[in-house]
């Protein structure tokens, strides 16, 4: 699933909220990546 509802981003915001600064930026870091692959994934579809 691509988008989250906003029930979904809360509990992520409550999972999330107590973050040290390191795990937090990794996290975020990790989820930009989710973005930009479903970006490129969406720009080059797979050819079978």
């Known amino acids: 699933m691509k ?3 906003k029930d979904d ?3 992520a ?3 999330r909220i107590d973050n ?3 795990t937090e930026f990794a ?3 990790a989820q930009v990546e ?3 692959r ?3 994934e969406s ?3 797979e050819k079978n």
């Open 3 to 5: 988008g989250l509802t």
């Open 34 to 36: 989710k973005i930009a």
């Open 38 to 40: 479903l970006r490129l």
């Open 43 to 45: 720009l080059f579809p």
């Open 9 to 11: 981003i809360l509990a």
């Open 27 to 29: 996290t975020a870091c």
């Open 13 to 15: 915001f409550e999972t």
């Open 20 to 22: 040290g600064r390191e």
